[in-house]
């Protein structure tokens, strides 16, 4: 039922910045937590960035002080500000949300967005 459309992925230099988009189908205000997770190729998905109902956020230490992650009830849509960037960084992106239903946690991920940063 719920739906996570990720955006703003592309090709950037070294240095270079891309704000990555994540739309949910209803209000975001329903989700304990909404975050960012990015896996690289051969490697395990990893956390990059969590945001609580509550205003708490979360960095992974490899993106501290260069990535921002951000929200719009509004617009029902989670970001992630990408400064500085790095080819290590290069990785598919997800976007996630969890619900609490009864005593369980649900998650829910997008499909995805690629970024790549060249050297």
């Not at 996570?4 to 704000?19: A, H, K």
Request: hydrophobic share 35%.
């Amino acid at each position: 039922q719920v739906q996570l459309v990720e955006s703003g992925g592309g090709l950037v230099q070294t240095g270079g910045s891309l704000r990555l988009s994540c739309a949910a189908s209803g209000s975001i205000l329903r989700f304990v937590r909404m975050g960012w997770y990015r896996q690289a190729p051969g490697a395990q998905r990893e956390l990059v960035a969590t945001l609580t109902s509550g205003g708490s956020t979360n960095y992974a230490d490899s993106v501290k002080g260069r990535f921002t992650i951000s929200r719009d009830n509004v617009k029902n849509t989670v970001y992630l500000q990408m400064d500085s960037l790095k080819p290590e960084d290069t990785a598919v992106y997800y976007c996630n949300a969890d619900l609490i239903s009864a005593v369980r946690v649900v998650s829910h991920w997008g499909q995805g967005t690629q970024v790549t940063v060249s050297s």
